[in-house]
């Protein structure tokens, strides 16, 4: 068939590459997000799916609304038989939605209808999911509630950063994508109506949310931290300052007296730094202070000076 692709993030990228490289589609323009500022030295950067695209010579639009009149009208003149999107970024109006004959496909990082929205991957973690997935459906105009053609699952692991899990459904999602493009080429897939009960929805989540609450139970806090990493990152105040948090640990063994650490309270050793929580104490993995390189907590502490009783909040 005929595709556009559209999408942005480097999540997208696994998708894009195996429609030009495994499939037989012919992928005649990519629709990703405006270039935008990225970094610390804020330099406007092309999305990783558009760098891809101008790899391989690929047209490449870059409108700022699906509904520019530019836009719609140079999609129609590309007579696209059906559009796959993943983690595009844009909402998609209704006369966008029309112009491909098979409509568009769209890459979902969960098992819908199971946490719709920006951020499927991260509630899954942060909700203690023990499975998640990827779903190929047909995008309609309510929320990621069009009809399923099919699904992949992945089991999620105690130590799974949202970074991790997500790394793999691009991977499975992308195999799932091009079998599904398959399938509607030769008429071998229908899209199923996603059933009623189960809807759950995964709102975007800021760097607000990031911030690590200490006065929960450890392994929501755990939960918290994983969900969250790499992006936005978790992070708290220590002596008025932000530092960012990495991944905890659950300790194998903590003293009696260490084990009543108050939620956020600091306790450093040798090679090892706990901090309380509602119920047990976890082992901080690595911090970054504000305009500091990132390091291990143990060397943070002593570089610290930690005194008795200080905490982070």
């Known amino acids: 068939m005929r595709l556009v ?8 990228v696994p998708s894009l590459r195996a429609l030009l490289d495994t499939s037989h589609h012919e992928v005649v323009a990519v629709v990703t997000r405006p270039d935008a500022p990225a970094g610390r030295g804020q330099h406007v950067v092309r999305s990783p799916v558009g760098k891809l695209a101008d790899e391989h010579g690929i047209e490449l639009l870059t409108p700022h609304s699906s509904k520019d009149a530019d836009f719609l009208g140079r999609l129609a003149e590309l007579r696209p038989e059906a559009c796959a999107a993943v983690a595009y970024g844009g909402l998609l109006g209704q006369e966008a ?25 991260q509630a899954a973690i942060r909700a203690g999911d023990e499975f998640t997935g990827a779903t190929t459906f047909r995008i309609v105009r309510e929320l990621d509630a069009g009809p399923v053609f ?9 130590d799974d950063t ?10 499975s999602g992308a195999r799932l994508l091009v079998s599904t493009l398959d399938g509607i080429a030769d008429g ?17 989540i800021t760097p607000e949310d990031a911030r690590v609450d200490f006065t929960l139970p450890a392994l929501a806090v755990d939960r918290h931290v994983r969900a969250v990493t790499p992006e ?46 509602a119920t ?26 930690l005194e008795q009783g200080e905490r982070l909040t």
């Open 5 to 12: 692709f559209a999408g942005t993030p480097d999540t997208a």
């Open 97 to 121: 939605l029309d112009i491909p004959e098979h409509g568009w496909v769209n890459l979902h990082f969960s098992l819908l209808p199971a946490w719709r929205g920006a951020a499927p991957v």
């Open 150 to 158: 099919g699904v992949v699952t992945e089991p999620v692991r105690p």
């Open 162 to 171: 949202a970074g991790d899990l997500l790394g793999r459904l691009a991977e």
């Open 188 to 204: 071998s897939v229908e899209a199923v109506p996603q059933p009623a009960d189960g809807v759950s929805y995964a709102q975007k």
């Open 232 to 277: 936005p990152g978790a992070w708290a105040e220590f002596r008025g300052k932000r530092i960012k948090l990495g991944p905890l640990r659950h300790p194998d063994e903590v003293a009696e007296l260490v084990a009543r650490l108050a939620p956020g309270e600091l306790s450093a050793g040798r090679d090892r730094v706990l901090v309380g929580t």
């Open 280 to 305: 047990e104490p976890l082992e901080l993995g690595e911090v970054q202070m504000q305009g500091k390189k990132r390091m291990h907590a143990a060397d943070w502490a002593r570089g610290s000076k």
